[in-house]
């Protein structure tokens, strides 16, 4: 079975064709760069441009695998949440797609086909504690199954990835932020400045970043900023965060315990996962509590088509095809 999958739900234009025993024949995934001198997404230059990249990312994802689009099985396509004009673009294309060579469509949510990504190159021992950490969510998620997932915790205010960016603006790093503290944050000290931690010790599962931006940014009025401040703040910053994921999610394991639910795997999908340091750090997790901690391929990390098209094979038995489904920006798992 061969599927042909479309990412577009931010600023990631990404296009796979896999089959069913895991097979990449083609996955482009093209990050829009205009967006980076206004210091984030600008939502109607996203959808336009992913309109334009979608048109020449899909001739060349064919092109390269030589698989002509009348082999296609079935077409996917992320439906929300995300960007309004991005999943009208990628959906509208794929279901155009799909009833030019007579096939079906299938919706795929985005959170989901995060969450499922470790299961592409991972046997994945259930019950799975997920955490999603990306630009857009920080949430965590119980599953039984991969048809069972629940959301039990998520940011109250800033998402993870978001803190990383605002951070990065307000020390004067270009945008995205993620990678560029990671780097300043190798050369300077974590224990430099103590970092405020909210609702760590509060008792349900959610989180919340945004005191950390404030933080920040009353030590920067306070400080001189030059190199060293900046690598040391960002140091402390990741050490922050990183201590705020590991204290919540062993918490999250010991309060599952607690009720007769004992984690056989715990997994870090979404951008962020890409942070050595972050997922250095959350390692330790796994020895401690002896459960085995799961990562996606890096390919599959950040907002990609992959995961969308091994979503869609995934769910293929449950035969969701709707080519008359509405996208929703606020859709949840
Ligand atoms: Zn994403």
Redesign the pocket.
Known sequence: MLVFAIET??DETSVCIMDHQKNIYSHIIYSQEEHSRFGGVVPELASRSHLLILQKITKEAFKQSNIKLKDIDVFAATCGP?LIGGLLVGSTYAKSLAIGVSKPFMPIN??E??LLSTSFNNEVIYPNISLLL????TQIYLLKSYKHIKLIGETIDDAIGEAFDKVAKILGLPYPGGKEIEKKATNGKIDSYDLPKPLIDNHNFDFSFSGLKTAVNLLCKKNKINDKFIENISASFQECVTKILIKKLENTIIKLKKQNIDIGSFSVV??VANNNFIKQKISKVEDEHKIKMLIPTKEMM??NAAMIAWACIKKYDEKLFNINFTPSPRLSV
């Open positions: 739900s931010c995300g985005h959170l086909a995060h990306t630009g857009g969510h979404g951008g950040s907002d």
